[in-house]
């Protein structure tokens, strides 16, 4: 089993749509759990993270974590062009282990 | 408050040649991680340093590759001989401490590609 699932897409929806993205992971040992936002020939930006289950938002997006199914979500409502990007989402175990775990991100394009 | 610096943006090697990648991270930030990112592929994790100090190397090939952050200037990220395998977008993060990566900014990249 994999430690990270994520679908690559990619995802095509129209302005407006809500927009759900998806990872799975196999490790307990994870503290945080984190998206980020990746556009094309740039850098990953952290967009949100959470350190438990439940749900966290922030404006039109919504991280949700499910510990007891190993299961992440990011919601985006109201989606818009400028949201056309690669979406990632990454592992922390905290303290001072270093590195990140990450899928290999959601391809979105939101069409106008 | 300048971002994470990397340069360069690009870089064209032939095979055999060695790669410098650099990174300067932002002010403040005495962290620095350095991850790999393959076509089609999500970041894998390379290692992670602080000043004068190697952290954790678990990510890094056994062979032709290293890595440095000396006590002045960027952290270096060296790729010696380099194979066709190697042409990838190389992202260095930096963050004030290693306590969280939620504090960690990454840097625009450096897209290696090996001729």
């Known amino acids: 089993q994999k430690e990270v699932e994520q679908d690559p897409g990619p995802l095509s929806v129209p302005e407006g749509a809500i927009v759900s993205l998806n990872c799975t992971y196999s490790?307990?040992?994870?503290?945080?759990f984190m998206w980020y936002r990746q556009y094309s020939r740039k850098g990953p930006e952290l967009l949100m993270y959470t350190y438990s289950s439940g749900n966290k938002e922030d404006g039109r997006f919504t991280a949700q974590v499910d510990k007891s199914s190993k299961y992440i979500s990011l919601f985006i409502r109201d989606s818009q062009p400028s949201d056309s990007a690669t979406y990632l989402c990454a592992f922390d175990y905290g303290g001072s282990q270093g590195n990140l775990i990450f899928g290999k991100g959601t391809k979105l394009s939101v069409k106008p | 408050n300048a971002g994470v610096m990397q340069n360069p943006r690009h870089l064209v090697r032939r095979r055999g040649q060695e790669a410098r990648l650099r990174c300067s991270p932002m002010k403040g930030h005495s962290h620095v991680y350095w991850y790999r990112q393959l076509p089609e592929e999500g970041l894998k994790f390379m290692v992670y340093?602080?000043?004068?100090?190697?952290?954790?190397e678990s990510g890094m090939p056994k062979e032709r590759f290293s890595a440095e952050f000396p006590k002045e200037g960027p952290s270096i990220l060296r790729i010696q001989q380099v194979v066709r395998g190697d042409s990838a977008a190389y992202f260095c993060?930096?963050?004030?401490?290693?306590?969280?990566?939620?504090?960690?900014?990454f840097g625009q990249g450096t897209r290696l590609t090996v001729v």
């Open positions: 993060a930096s963050s004030p401490s290693g306590n969280s990566n939620t504090e960690a900014f």
């Open positions: 340093l602080q000043k004068e100090n190697i952290i954790d």
């Open positions: 490790n307990s040992a994870f503290q945080y």
